[in-house]
């Protein structure tokens, strides 16, 4: 599950940076370029719990 949402966030990045740098492919396909930032945002909140659940799996012997 951490592999699948790390993935699926880093997704979220690129194809959120990609259309920024390139707004009119993303007017092409409809989408909105001032909107990537929430789909960058959401990438970034992924990647974020896919760190909390891959440590919070981890055995801590002290």
């Known amino acids: 599950m951490t ?3 790390l993935w699926t966030g ?3 990045c690129v194809s959120a ?3 920024q740098l390139f707004p009119g492919l993303a ?4 989408a909105e ?3 990537a930032w929430l ?3 959401f990438g970034v909140f992924l ?3 896919a760190a909390m659940v891959a440590s919070g799996g981890r055995k801590h012997t002290d």
């Open 10 to 12: 880093l997704l979220c």
């Open 47 to 49: 990647m974020i719990i």
């Open 27 to 30: 007017f092409r396909i409809g």
């Open 39 to 41: 789909v960058f945002g």
């Open 17 to 19: 940076l990609v259309l």
């Open 33 to 35: 370029p001032a909107a």
């Open 3 to 5: 592999n699948s949402l």
